[in-house]
């Protein structure tokens, strides 16, 4: 007998790498991915990750990687669009800067940063 849960495992898979190790999902309050919620994780032994998505409204990047004590995480956010970025507390980081930030949180989980479309790098230290 041949199984038939191979196609239900694969789309497992994509939706956690996509949400989870990417941290590209759609944001609780938005539809389409018109507001972005961005929160990937970081599993031990991970070092590199690299994603992209074509929404309606472009594409969504997220290209984050941790070496030698250094985090870096490339995003680009489509035009008429926003996210919520969340980062541990633990990866120290440095804020972007730019037209697009529009707020900066930090809390103790965390950090959450508000950005307008565009591309951004941030970056941060272990």
Partial sequence: MNSG?????????????YEDLAGIKNHPESIAFKKLLMEPKFPE?????????????GEILSEWSIENGKFDWNITIPGNTSAIVRLPKELNIITPE?????????????????????????????
């Fill in 5 to 17: 849960n191979h196609v239900m495992l694969l789309g497992d898979l994509i939706i956690w790498y």
């Fill in 45 to 57: 032994g991970l070092t590199h990750v690299d994603a992209s998505y074509n929404s309606v409204h």
């Fill in 98 to 126: 730019g037209e697009g930030v529009r707020k900066v949180t930090d809390s103790d989980q965390g950090v959450e940063i508000e950005l307008g479309s565009g591309s951004y790098q941030i970056t941060g230290n272990i």
